[in-house]
């Protein structure tokens, strides 16, 4: 099983959500919607390409406000080197 800091596409994040319990939808288009406990996160799904790093470390915050991600209190600075 992958760690959240190795997930680089949008097929990684959805296969690491579905491992740690969460729903997946589709959305409109490429874009899939992950879902739990009442919170949603549109995540991109274009192929098998790596997301831009501002994109990661967007989707790894909101992965933590769903409680997908094990990491709970995360300063940005470390935040930033998991997503590098």
């Not at 959240?4 to 939808?25: E, M, P, T, W, Y």
Request: aromatic residues 8%.
């Amino acid at each position: 099983m992958k760690k959240i800091s190795q997930c680089h596409s949008g097929k990684d994040f959805i296969q690491f959500a579905l491992s740690r319990g969460a729903n997946v939808r589709n959305g409109h288009g490429s874009h899939r919607i992950v879902y739990r406990n009442g919170h949603s996160v549109p995540v991109p799904v274009h192929g098998n390409h790596d997301l831009p790093k501002g994109l990661r470390c967007a989707l790894i915050k909101q992965f933590l406000v769903l409680g997908i991600s094990i990491l709970f209190l995360v300063p940005a600075a470390v935040l930033y080197l998991a997503v590098r």
